[in-house]
């Protein structure tokens, strides 16, 4: 599995997510909050499968679909 997000597009994921659980344990109880999960999974390690079905890379190296 090769990485396919660099270091921006990883942070932002983490914030996103952050965000988004912190919003569904302090807001109402609404299990869709709950999809902050995947923005922190993929950043952690820093591999799409979305990224990788449309051939977008984000590391500033040309990896091959």
Same mark, same amino acid.
């Given at each position: 599995? *090769? #990485?396919?997000?660099?270091?921006?597009?990883?942070?932002?994921?983490?914030?996103?997510?952050?965000?988004?659980?912190? !919003? !569904?344990? !302090?807001?109402?109880?609404? %299990?869709?909050?709950?999809?902050?999960?995947? %923005?922190?999974? *993929?950043?952690?390690?820093?591999?799409?499968?979305?990224?990788?079905?449309?051939?977008?890379? *984000? *590391?500033? #190296?040309?990896? #091959? !679909?």
């Amino acid at each position: 599995m *090769t #990485k396919n997000m660099g270091a921006l597009d990883r942070g932002l994921r983490v914030v996103v997510g952050l965000g988004l659980i912190v !919003a !569904a344990v !302090a807001g109402p109880a609404d %299990p869709w909050g709950y999809i902050g999960v995947v %923005p922190l999974l *993929t950043a952690g390690v820093g591999f799409c499968p979305a990224y990788k079905l449309l051939g977008v890379c *984000t *590391t500033g #190296k040309n990896v #091959k !679909a």
